[in-house]
């Protein structure tokens, strides 16, 4: 594969994700308030990604019911 079509199908992966990101901060916004700062929305779903990694949910950070390792 030529190196000018890798570089344009890496230039369509990060326009994807680019939309997908900017889809998930409306989305936050829409739901809580839609005057939040984008960059706090975009802060709030990076957040709920990582929780989710862990099995964790932003309302169980919220209310305190997290125990720390297992």
Do not use: C
Not at 8 to 29: C, E, P, Y
């Amino acid at each position: 594969m030529a190196k000018a079509e890798v570089l344009k199908m890496l230039k369509q992966i990060l326009n994807n994700d680019q939309k997908f990101v900017q889809t998930l901060v409306a989305s936050r916004k829409q739901q809580i308030d839609p005057k939040e700062p984008d960059s706090k929305a975009f802060e709030y779903v990076v957040l709920a990604g990582s929780l989710h990694d862990y099995g964790l949910s932003v309302s169980e950070l919220d209310s305190g019911m997290i125990d720390g390792w297992r």
